[in-house]
């Protein structure tokens, strides 16, 4: 049946998936509003799918539910090491902070004559401390793009300050019920969020960027690994693969028609229900993944297109949207709210030069320091 080994290439394909929903979102997403009326088969053909690229923002929930199967799996694996905690802030270190860092340090050498980064010294903070998905607002466009789509790593990083230490200390049991009850609370807790404190200029909503109110995603991913590893479970699944099938099914149907309705993430019933059922399919579909590696899903994750974009995916998401931004300021035209083909084609572009950037920052920067970074060992 399924293995479970050290690196699951399946997951890479996953990642790659992820990435591409973000860049899809970012790219070719301009939020056409209902009075935006084309002609020509063509303008109308591109409009109908980008009504379906609004939904691009998912990708970020399937990143958070890659994140909890992996880091909780591999807490699992080892909580019982004497290097638990040191090995595993060392990796993360190596793999988060460096390009990170690196990636703060060019916006400071682009603005440094300007003044505009000195003059942000609260901004300054936040972004070194990923403290970015507490409201941080962004004065500039440069700013915006440059740093925005960070929000989701301090969501990250503060994951990584928890759940080490509550994996460590709690018995699986205990472990089962906390998943479960954090599933069921971040729902209403984005709920309070979204009615009581109101989005500042130039920021993300809150209930869309705090750790708590996204830690269902986190709590599925833990979740799935939990169950990855009770051999009970996988061999139950063995016998009942048609109804993992049956319900991934069943929330696919879920996933279209909130996208058909309501497919923005700051709508009301996404914030509600909309995004735990979403981790929740993302969650059946890792699963799926795992459990049938001769299965459509697991073919497909193993492409090597797709492994390739998944295995650049943290330096794509971090620099993609100033990438775009860029190709957007080169023609003119940053922030659109209506297609035009000299847009579609200068964010083609960008997306190509911004896979090439990463492929070159993988091989002489990332790849590196994540070699140094495994030498250290549980």
């Not at 906390?178 to 069921?184: D, E, N």
Request: net charge positive; glycine share 6%.
């Amino acid at each position: 049946m399924a293995r479970q080994t050290a690196r699951i290439p399946e997951l890479d394909g996953l990642r790659g998936v992820a990435i591409s929903l973000v860049i899809v979102y970012h790219y070719f997403y301009y939020n056409p509003g209902a009075d935006h009326h084309t002609t020509g088969l063509i303008r109308k053909t591109f409009v109908f799918f980008e009504k379906f690229f609004a939904v691009g923002w998912s990708g970020v929930d399937l990143f958070f539910v890659l994140s909890g199967f992996l880091i909780g799996g591999i807490l699992l694996d080892v909580r019982a090491s004497p290097h638990y905690f040191k090995t595993f802030y060392l990796r993360r270190f190596y793999r988060i902070v460096p390009i990170y860092y690196a990636w703060i340090s060019a916006y400071l050498l682009l603005t440094c004559y300007s003044g505009e980064f000195f003059g942000r010294a609260r901004m300054v903070a936040a972004l070194f401390l990923f403290l970015q998905n507490f409201g941080l607002q962004y004065s500039s466009g440069l700013a915006s793009a440059w740093f925005l789509p960070a929000w989701s790593l301090a969501v990250e990083e503060q994951f990584y300050l928890i759940a080490p230490l509550v994996i460590r200390l709690m018995s699986k049991r205990r472990l089962y019920m906390l998943l479960i009850a954090v599933i069921l609370v971040a729902p209403i807790l984005r709920i309070w969020v979204y009615h009581h404190i109101p989005v500042r200029p130039g920021s993300l909503a809150l209930d869309y960027t705090l750790m708590p109110c996204r830690a269902d995603s986190l709590a599925i991913g833990i979740l799935v690994a939990l169950l990855w590893r009770n051999l009970v479970f996988r061999e139950w699944l063995t016998g009942h693969s048609n109804f993992l099938r049956a319900l991934t099914g069943l929330f696919l149907v879920g996933m279209l028609a909130l996208f058909v309705w309501t497919p923005l993430k700051n709508s009301q019933l996404i914030q509600c229900v909309g995004i735990t059922w979403v981790d929740v399919f993302y969650g059946l579909v890792m699963m799926l993944a795992l459990a049938a590696p001769a299965g459509p899903i697991a073919v497909f994750a193993r492409t090597h297109w797709l492994a390739e974009i998944g295995r650049v995916s943290y330096c794509l998401y971090l620099i993609h949207d100033a990438v775009r931004f860029g190709a957007g300021l080169l023609i003119k035209t940053a922030s659109p709210h209506a297609p035009s083909w000299a847009l579609v084609a200068a964010n083609a572009v960008a997306a190509v030069i911004s896979y090439l950037i990463c492929r070159v920052s993988w091989v002489y920067f990332e790849h590196p320091l994540l070699r140094r970074g495994h030498q250290w060992k549980y």
